[in-house]
C-alpha cells in the first residue's frame, strides 16, 4: 500500500522576505502540484521550494494539495499555549515605565506574544531583560534588520564580561523567541552555537545551618516559608503556588500542582512544620494562597529571597544562600540518610533518576565508607 504523501509547511525568510517553505518527500505528482504553484522558488540554503508568505498563497496550497497530500502545518501554526496551567499574566508593569531617555522598552508585540504563550512569570521577568539588553546594544537599528553576525558579537560580549553559560543560553531563547516566535522567522539563526551547560555541583548546607536559618527568620510566616523549602523540597514558584487547601495533614503531604514540567506530585509534610503551619493560619487566616501579600494575592519571590538571605546572614551564614539551596540540603540529607534515590526522585518530581543521581556527588555517606589512606 502507498504511503500517504505529505507536505511540511515551513516559516523562512528570504532575502528579508517572508516565505513559505515546501518540504517533501521525492512524489512526482506532489512536485508537479509545487511547480504550478505562483512564485515558487528553489532554496539551496534550505533544500527546499518557497513561494511568498500571504494569506491568499495559503489557502491555494490547502486547496491544491487536497485529497493528494496531508499538509502539515505543525510547524507553520505556533501558537500552542505553553503551559495553560498557568495563571494569565498582567504585564502592565512592564507597558506603564516611564520612558527612559537612550532605552529601548520591550516591544508591544513582544509582550503580547509572552501572554498568548503563557510563560511563567519567571520566564518573561527573564525573557524581556535578556531582550532588552539586547535590542539596547543595538540602540540605533532596528532588530529586524540585525542578522546572525550580530547576535554572535552580542553573545560573544556576554562571554567577555564573564557572564554563565546559563545567561548567556538564556539570551539566546530570549533573541530567538522574537524572530522565531514573534516574528514567524524559525530558519533566521538555526546555527547559532550555545555555549556547553555547565556542571557544577549543588550548593548545599548543613543540617546544623539549615535549622539555624529557620529559627533566625523574623516570624511565623518567614519561619513557615523556610520550613517548608527545606522539609518539603519545593521550588520557589511551587511553594509560592501553593493553595491552603495543599497541606494535606491527615496524609502529612504536601500537594504541588502543575509543578515544573506542567506534573502533579506529592511530597513529605514535616510534623514539625505542620505545628509552625497551624500557628501561622491562625495568625494570618490566608484565603487562596498558603502564603499571601498585604492584598490577598500571591506572595512575591523577591520577598521569598529577602527572608532566606536575611535568616542565613543573621545565623552567621556569609555565604550566598537561596531558596534553591534549601532544597539542594534536602534532596542531599534525605540521600545520605540512606533514602532511595527512586524514592527522592519523586519527591523532587524529577523526570530521570540521572538528575537527582548529582546528589550523590555532594553526599557524605558515600565518602565516609572510604578507608582513611594514612590509617
Known amino acids: ?10 516559516h523562512l ?73 498557568n495563571p494569565i499574566l498582567n504585564l502592565e508593569r512592564y507597558r506603564n515605565r516611564k520612558p527612559k531617555t537612550g532605552f529601548k522598552p520591550c516591544p508591544e508585540e ?26 539596547n546594544y543595538y540602540y540605533n537599528q532596528d532588530p529586524i534588520s540585525l542578522n546572525e553576525i550580530d547576535v554572535r558579537n ?6 567577555q564580561e564573564g557572564k554563565s553559560n546559563s545567561y548567556v543560553n538564556l539570551a539566546v531563547n530570549s533573541i530567538k523567541f522574537f524572530y522565531e516566535i514573534v516574528h514567524g522567522m524559525p530558519n533566521r539563526f538555526y546555527s547559532i552555537e550555545r555555549p556547553r ?25 518567614h519561619k513557615c516559608i523556610a520550613g517548608l523549602l527545606y522539609s518539603s523540597g519545593l521550588r520557589r514558584g511551587e511553594l509560592l503556588n501553593l493553595k491552603v487547601t495543599d ?33 501561622y493560619y491562625k495568625e494570618y487566616r490566608p484565603e487562596k494562597y498558603l502564603f499571601e501579600g498585604q492584598k490577598g494575592d500571591k506572595y512575591s519571590v523577591t520577598s521569598v529571597l529577602n527572608i532566606i538571605s536575611v535568616a542565613a546572614k543573621k545565623a552567621g551564614i556569609f555565604k550566598k544562600v537561596t531558596p534553591h539551596i534549601l532544597r539542594h540540603s ?11 534515590i527512586r524514592h527522592i526522585q ?10 537527582t543521581e548529582i546528589y550523590t556527588h555532594v553526599a557524605n555517606r558515600s565518602f565516609m565508607e572510604i578507608k582513611d589512606l594514612l590509617s
Request: glycine letters at 4%; aromatic letters at 10%; proline letters at 2%.
Open 1 to 10: 500500500m502507498e504511503l500517504q504523501k505529505s507536505v511540511t509547511l515551513k
Open 13 to 85: 525568510l528570504i532575502n528579508q522576505n517572508k516565505c513559505i517553505g515546501l518540504q517533501f518527500s521525492t512524489s512526482r505528482v506532489v512536485q508537479a502540484l509545487v511547480d504550478g504553484l505562483p512564485h515558487v522558488s528553489w532554496s539551496q540554503e534550505f533544500a527546499m521550494f518557497y513561494i511568498p508568505n500571504n494569506k491568499s498563497n495559503l489557502e491555494l496550497i490547502f486547496k491544491t494539495f487536497h485529497g493528494i497530500a496531508w499538509v502539515n502545518g505543525n510547524y507553520f501554526f505556533r501558537e500552542k499555549v505553553i503551559n495553560e496551567a
Open 110 to 135: 513582544y509582550l503580547l506574544k509572552l501572554e498568548l504563550k503563557r510563560y511563567s512569570d519567571n520566564t518573561v521577568r527573564n525573557y524581556v531583560a535578556c531582550f532588552e539588553s539586547f535590542i
Open 154 to 159: 552580542y553573545l560573544q560580549k556576554l562571554i
Open 197 to 221: 551547560k555547565e556542571k557544577q555541583l549543588p550548593e548545599v548546607l548543613s543540617k546544623e545551618e539549615i535549622i539555624k536559618i529557620i529559627n533566625n527568620t523574623n516570624n511565623i510566616k
Open 247 to 279: 497541606i494535606d495533614s491527615k496524609r502529612m503531604v504536601v500537594i504541588i500542582k502543575n509543578a515544573k514540567g506542567n506534573k502533579d506530585r506529592i511530597s513529605v509534610l514535616s510534623p514539625s512544620i505542620l505545628k509552625d503551619l497551624q500557628t
Open 330 to 340: 534536602f534532596a542531599t540529607h534525605l540521600l545520605e540518610s540512606g533514602t532511595d
Open 346 to 355: 519523586l519527591l523532587l518530581g524529577h523526570s530521570s533518576t540521572k538528575t
